[in-house]
């Protein structure tokens, strides 16, 4: 059974730091494309950052300079490592694990909340 598990949200003051972690489990890791998306109420689901299986990466242009999105295929986990937080970042942030192609599939975690006060 494929799972998402994310962790590492919370409260922070303007200009702090998070790092979120997004554990999966269920062999697909090593095949999917990972990403990040955030979601504030009554908005659409953004894609923030995203890292290929081969390890390219790209980010929404509101976080560039200050996200950083990594994984690590050994312990099957993908990272956001988020600087200079500001309150525009509060959501609920959400890891991806995508295929596409014949052995297509496409994976949600819970989520986490992540809130930056001003």
């Known amino acids: 059974q494929v799972q998402l598990v994310e962790s590492g949200g919370g409260l922070v003051q303007a200009g702090g730091s998070l790092g979120l972690s997004c554990s999966s489990s269920?062999?697909?890791?090593?095949?999917?494309?990972m990403s990040w998306y955030r979601q504030v109420p009554g908005k659409q689901r953004e894609l923030v950052a995203a890292?290929?299986?081969?390890?390219?990466?790209n980010y929404v242009d509101s976080v560039k300079g200050r996200f950083t999105i990594s994984r690590d295929n050994a312990k099957n986990t993908v990272y956001l490592q988020m600087n200079s937080l500001k309150p525009e970042d509060t959501a609920v942030y959400y890891c991806?694990?995508?295929?596409?192609?014949?052995?297509?599939?496409?994976?949600w975690g819970q989520g986490t909340q992540v809130t930056v006060s001003s």
């Open positions: 991806n694990a995508k295929r596409t192609g014949v052995l297509y599939f496409d994976y």
């Open positions: 269920g062999g697909i890791f090593s095949f999917a494309d």
């Open positions: 890292i290929t299986r081969g390890g390219n990466t």
